[in-house]
């Protein structure tokens, strides 16, 4: 992923908030991150740095040996000044990354290291399977005419590259008004990027993630009278990000390329990685305004974020045929042929439009020279205004709703803290504080939604080519000449059997809410002496409604198996087969004629309690700063995964 994706050149100072109950501040329900950046002055500046490593600078690697191609060159440069003096200031920073790393697949090259390192059977365990697998690649690259076929199963490199420009200007108008516009651009390319996948596919097993992503955000603030100010800010962002395979052709799996070995060959497809794109457009209007009248500072305003995704994601989409032995792989008689399809045979996409609107109001107010309150409301609404279809089939089996979209209008955050200064000198002071916040939920959810509304179905050719069964595989006779971009992969069985299975889906619940957090504060701060300082913190907080992801036709547990902790297992013990994945998921179904039926809930919870003492010893003289701190914490939730497909929790 995107090692950093802003310029780390420009920022001026950041803050890491985590018990503010400032009412400006919401969509979070754990902390907030504030950056500034530094912005030019009359004075012209310019800076420059570099840092490097490479393979002569780093040790060697697990197994003695030396590592090669490997290269991380970090850099940045900034310029600052005054286009005019007094009145328009500019910043242009540049910020980059250039990282080569090796990956070492399997090989018979390896595989004849470790059998001249072993004895016995494993030695010879280990050249059949080199030799097996040179073998397969002779085969990629005499029947099916794989380009580069030994070379594929050779370490090769990936590359993490980063460039990010930002540039800033800010423009004195009056004595009144100030404008800033900033612009910030990132482009990433992780090239030949590697999973578990590819220690056996090589570098047909590798794929391309690529970032861009733009932000520019202006900003005026305005003096209002003698006391007002207004900060009125818009930003508008693009992210586009393409995920593609290096091998979008069908896989070629050969089960047993060393016959009782248990050694696999594997050349291209692509499980998560054929068509996918992510887009995500986002537009925000931000505007603020405060006042000072007497005693209480007060504040008005609001947050309105637009965004709008487009998400192509195609599982399986690239299709695998698989032999049992070099020799079927040979001889093109392949065992089986997958593909996941949608009935139309296109791409599944989902297209969506989220809002989240926020409104507050606070109060500052200074009750007497020591006491500080401050009381604020805020409050929240988010929706999609898109509904997906409705999907009859699943409301008449399992009785909910389908067809909607999550709309929480409710959300009303109550905050209220207070600051005491002990002695009124800043030198002990006492806070507490206590609120409601409401987060947010992954948008990925509404892109799993939107997929299924046209559910991939698996196609599955497994039938006898001998017999010539019309469910038996398409022959690889032309593999060789299939588009490079998987557009004429087979669709379908030798005998033109169409696109069949059972069918996915994805749904929302309905009353789908907000994660909703009450959290607590307080500390204690004191100054002993001038240079001496101790500080102490509780922080508790619970949280309701985070969102689950619920399988609505996995049956109920039918036993458990006390010799793995008592796992769950929802298969009947009858017909339970621990060596049988797949019949173990058909008669864990309650209604075989759908596949996994997933629906997006809120009935995570989750609660924490934390405290941290701190201590610090300035040395005035030589201008040294010493701490220790020290943290208790105490966290528990019911639902702890968070990503990015629906079945992710139950994988």
Known sequence: RTPFNFSLERVKEFQIVTNSFDVEYGNYSGGVINILTKGGTNRRQASFYSNYRGEQLTGANFDGTQPRNFEAIQYAGALSGALVRDRLFYSVTLDGQRRREPFVPNSPEAFRT???????????????????????????????????AQANFRPFESTNDVLTVFARLDWNVNDRHRFSLRNNFSRFDNLNEAGGASITGGLSRAEGFRNRNNAIVGELTSQVGATGTNVFRVQWSRENQPRTGNELRPALVVTNV???????????????????????????????????KGRHGLKFGTNLIFSRFTNIFWQGGSGTWTFNTLADLEARRPLSYTRNLRADGQAPAAFFDQQELAFYAQDDWQLSRKLLVQAGLRYDLTRFTNFPGRVQDVERAFGVPTGVAPVDRNNISPRLSATYDVRGDGREVLRAGGGLFYGRFPAVLGSNVGITDLPLLTLNCSGSLADGAPNAPPVPTDFATLA????????????????????NYASWAGGFRLPETYKANVGYERLLGETFRVSADVIWSTTNYLYTVRNLNLRDPQFTLDNEGGRRVFAPAAVFNPNNRAANFDNSRRFSDFGDVFQNTTDGRARSLSATVNLEKRFARRGGIVRASYTYANAEDNSSYNCCTAFEGFS
């Open 484 to 503: 490079p971009d998987g557009s004429q992969n087979p669709t379908g069985c030798l005998g033109g059997a169409a696109v069949g299975g059972i069918p």
């Open 114 to 148: 470790r059998a001249a390192a072993a004895t016995g059977a494993d030695a010879a365990r280990f050249t059949a399977i080199a030799d097996s697998l040179a073998r397969f690649e002779t085969i990629l690259a005499n029947v099916y005419g794989v380009t580069g």
């Open 258 to 292: 060393a016959t009782g070995l248990g050694a696999n060959g594997e050349f291209g497809g692509q499980g998560i990685s054929f068509r996918n794109l992510l887009e995500e457009d986002k537009l925000q209007v931000v505007d603020n305004f405060t006042v000072q």
